[in-house]
C-alpha cells in the first residue's frame, strides 16, 4: 500500500516542496478555497491556493524575497 503525503505539492514552476516542513505566514480561508502562504528554509516563499469544490485547479506558487518585495508595492 502507498502513502500520499497531502503536503506534497509541485509548484507551478515544476519544483515539488513539502509544505510540512515550511513556515506558515499567512493563513485565509472561506466556504469556497484557502490562501495561504509559506515560507521555506531558503527564504523563498509559496502562495498556497486551494479549491474546496475542485482540487485540480488547486495552484502553488513558488516567489523569492525580491517577488515579495515586489508585491508588497502594488
Do not use: W
Not at 516542513?21 to 486551494?50: D, M, W
Not at 482540487?55 to 508588497?72: A, G, S
Amino acid at each position: 500500500m502507498t502513502t500520499i503525503n497531502p503536503d506534497m505539492i509541485t509548484t507551478t514552476c515544476g519544483r515539488e516542496l513539502d509544505l510540512s516542513n515550511t513556515e506558515l505566514v499567512i493563513e485565509r480561508s472561506n466556504s469556497l478555497f484557502s490562501y495561504n502562504i509559506h515560507k521555506l528554509k531558503t527564504g523563498e516563499y509559496i502562495i498556497a491556493e486551494k479549491f474546496f469544490a475542485n482540487p485540480f485547479n488547486n495552484r502553488y506558487i513558488l516567489l523569492n524575497d525580491e517577488q515579495i518585495e515586489l508585491l508588497k508595492h502594488l
